[in-house]
């Protein structure tokens, strides 16, 4: 009977063992990915260049046509293909540019996610 105690007991330090390194491994798994996306600099969002340019021409276009940071309905002003290009151009975005951009955010929806976030900053902080 002792054998099978002395059994037991081994076998509950072992699991104890075990789930606490499992524990461990657990906390480490959700804690640090966490920490890390918290310790971000607003300037490090995980969008390259042009995505920076994208996001400020269309801040600058949807301020242009109207768009205000309230919630209040707008009617939208359409700006002639000079604006357009005229805007383009302060980006620093050439057309083409813009339509691979407009591509690669239809097929990398997370990456949209982000530029519009910035494009909402944007015209939180130009319009009233």
Known sequence: MQSH?????????????????????????????VAVSGCRTAGNTGLDADDLRFAGFYSDYLVESGVTSSDEDVVLAPLSS???????????????????KVR???????RWKLVIA????NVQKETP
């Open 118 to 121: 910035l494009v909402r900053s």
């Open 104 to 110: 690669l955010y239809n097929q990398e929806p997370e």
């Open 82 to 100: 000079e604006k357009m290009n005229s805007m383009l151009a302060r980006h620093d975005l050439k057309p083409e540019d813009f339509r691979k």
């Open 5 to 33: 105690s002395l059994m037991l007991m081994y076998s509950f330090k072992l699991f104890r063992r075990v789930s606490m390194r499992l524990y461990a491994l657990i906390m480490v798994v959700m804690i640090v990915p």
